[in-house]
C-alpha cells in the first residue's frame, strides 16, 4: 500500500500508525459533530414546544381580558346609577308603573277619560301633546285592561331623565264582544319636578 515496506522499514510502519490514527481522529471529530448537532436541534425543538404554551396562554388571556371588558361596557350602558341614585331609580320606576296602569286603560265610549286619570302622572307639556294628538285605537281594541306590567332597563345616557321600559300585559274587546289577550310596551321617560316625579314622553311599540 503506498509503496511502504511494512515488514523492513520501521518508518513504513510508523507512517501506517500515524495514517490510521489521523483516519480515526477524522472519524472521531465528525461524529462529535454529527451528535452535538442533533443535539442542538432537539433542544431547540424542546424550546419552542415549551415557548409555545406560554404564547397560547398570553393569547387566551387576552381574549378573555377583551370579552370580559365587552361585557363590561355592554352592563353599564343599561346601568343608570352612574347619574341616578338607588332611591332616584326605584322612585322614577314606581312612578313610571302607575302612569301605565294610569294611561292604557282604555273605553272608546269614553275616549279622553284615560288622558284625564294619567294627568297627574305626567307633565304640563305631555298632557297638552297627548291631548292635542289624541288616541285612536282599533275596533278590535276598543276596551283595554291592564293584567301585569314589567319593567325592564334601557340605554339611557341622559344625567337628567329616567328612561324605564314597561311591557303591560292585558286583554282587548272588540265592539263586537270578542277579546284577545295583549301586549304593549312603553318607553317612558320621566324628569323629577319638586320632589316628583313626572312623565315627560312616553313611546308606545316602538323600537328603543
Same mark, same amino acid.
Given at each position: 500500500?503506498?509503496?511502504?515496506? %511494512?515488514?523492513?522499514?520501521?518508518?513504513?510502519?510508523?507512517?501506517?500508525?500515524? %495514517?490510521?490514527?489521523?483516519?480515526?481522529?477524522?472519524?472521531? %471529530?465528525?461524529?462529535?459533530?454529527?451528535?452535538?448537532?442533533?443535539?442542538?436541534?432537539?433542544?431547540?425543538?424542546?424550546?419552542?414546544?415549551?415557548?409555545?404554551?406560554?404564547?397560547?396562554?398570553?393569547?387566551?388571556?387576552?381574549?378573555?381580558?377583551?370579552?370580559?371588558?365587552?361585557?363590561?361596557?355592554?352592563?353599564?350602558?343599561?346601568?343608570?346609577?352612574?347619574?341616578?341614585?338607588?332611591?332616584?331609580?326605584?322612585?322614577?320606576?314606581?312612578?313610571?308603573?302607575?302612569?301605565?296602569?294610569?294611561?292604557?286603560?282604555?273605553?272608546?265610549?269614553?275616549?279622553?277619560?284615560?288622558?284625564?286619570?294619567?294627568?297627574?302622572?305626567?307633565?304640563?307639556?305631555?298632557?297638552?301633546?297627548?291631548?292635542?294628538?289624541?288616541?285612536?285605537?282599533?275596533?278590535?281594541?276598543?276596551?283595554?285592561?291592564?293584567?301585569?306590567?314589567?319593567?325592564?332597563?334601557?340605554?339611557?345616557?341622559?344625567?337628567?331623565?329616567?328612561?324605564?321600559?314597561?311591557?303591560?300585559?292585558?286583554?282587548?274587546?272588540?265592539?263586537?264582544?270578542?277579546?284577545?289577550?295583549?301586549?304593549?310596551?312603553?318607553?317612558?321617560?320621566?324628569?323629577?319636578?319638586?320632589?316628583?316625579?313626572?312623565?315627560?314622553?312616553?313611546?308606545?311599540?316602538?323600537?328603543?
Amino acid at each position: 500500500m503506498f509503496g511502504w515496506d %511494512f515488514e523492513n522499514s520501521k518508518s513504513d510502519r510508523i507512517k501506517l500508525f500515524l %495514517f490510521i490514527l489521523v483516519i480515526f481522529l477524522v472519524i472521531g %471529530f465528525s461524529t462529535t459533530y454529527v451528535l452535538r448537532s442533533i443535539g442542538s436541534e432537539e433542544a431547540d425543538t424542546v424550546n419552542q414546544s415549551e415557548e409555545t404554551p406560554e404564547e397560547t396562554e398570553a393569547f387566551v388571556s387576552s381574549d378573555e381580558v377583551e370579552s370580559e371588558a365587552s361585557l363590561e361596557d355592554e352592563t353599564n350602558k343599561y346601568n343608570q346609577t352612574e347619574h341616578f341614585t338607588e332611591e332616584q331609580l326605584a322612585e322614577s320606576k314606581e312612578a313610571a308603573v302607575e302612569f301605565v296602569h294610569a294611561y292604557h286603560p282604555y273605553n272608546a265610549e269614553e275616549p279622553t277619560e284615560y288622558l284625564e286619570t294619567a294627568k297627574p302622572h305626567i307633565t304640563d307639556s305631555l298632557y297638552g301633546s297627548l291631548k292635542e294628538d289624541g288616541r285612536r285605537e282599533v275596533l278590535e281594541r276598543s276596551i283595554l285592561t291592564v293584567n301585569d306590567t314589567q319593567v325592564t332597563e334601557v340605554v339611557n345616557p341622559s344625567s337628567i331623565v329616567v328612561r324605564w321600559n314597561v311591557m303591560v300585559t292585558g286583554e282587548a274587546q272588540s265592539i263586537d264582544g270578542s277579546k284577545t289577550d295583549t301586549e304593549d310596551w312603553y318607553l317612558v321617560g320621566l324628569r323629577e319636578r319638586e320632589g316628583e316625579w313626572l312623565v315627560e314622553d312616553v313611546r308606545i311599540n316602538v323600537p328603543n
